[in-house]
């Protein structure tokens, strides 16, 4: 697997009204193509009147699986443009199903483009990418007159603060970046003058929200 991939931040749904025509865009993290599959058929059930259910996804850290479906609309007007949305934006790893509710005004090729590109468009802004990075959990004790030089310290960092709780000391979950994790020492002894407990977790994969452009 890649050190980092981008991918959405969870699942989600927007609608838009496009003359009349009903277009509900909604979005999930898979980690399969079977995951994919059902997701476009749950999609499907539950809007089983709509016009169309128009879908597209993309699996692997390549994107080595992509599909896309127009689900009864002009061929190439509804599947591929959701396609290359997702692989403008470098989603990874997810699925979108845009419904139609037919409102009685005809769009034309250019239009339906522009309907479900737009849809997938607003509904991955809406949700927000993350980026997947090699990531290590760690939680870091220290004592309460630590914390307040500690925290606007840590601010100024790219160290994902994930929780905090209070005991005898105060204890901060915080995400580390594998290849930062030596800053990250660094961080800790010049802040608390070395005194600190710190436990850490295996590097796994983690999200980071990222800016959308």
Known sequence: MEDSIITIKDE?????????????AHIRPVTSEQEAKDFIEQIKKEHKEATHNCSAYTVGDQMNIQKANDDG???????????????KLDIHNACVVVT???????????????????????????IGRVQLKQAIPTTVSIAYDLTGKFEYELETTSFFLRDKAYTDKVSYQIDVVATDYDSYIDFLNRNTSGNYDLTENETVLLPFDIETT
Do not use: Q, W
């Not at 609309?73 to 692989?87: D, F, Q, R, Y």
């Not at 409102?103 to 468009?121: D, E, P, Q, T, W």
């Open 100 to 126: 139609r509710y037919f409102g009685g005004i005809k769009l034309g090729g250019g239009g339906l483009i522009r309907a479900y590109s737009g849809a997938v468009r607003d509904v991955i802004y809406d």
């Open 12 to 24: 989600h749904t927007i609608e838009n009204i496009i003359s009349k025509s009903r277009f509900i």
């Open 73 to 87: 609309e002009p061929s190439g007007t509804a599947g591929v443009p959701m396609l290359e949305i997702l692989k």
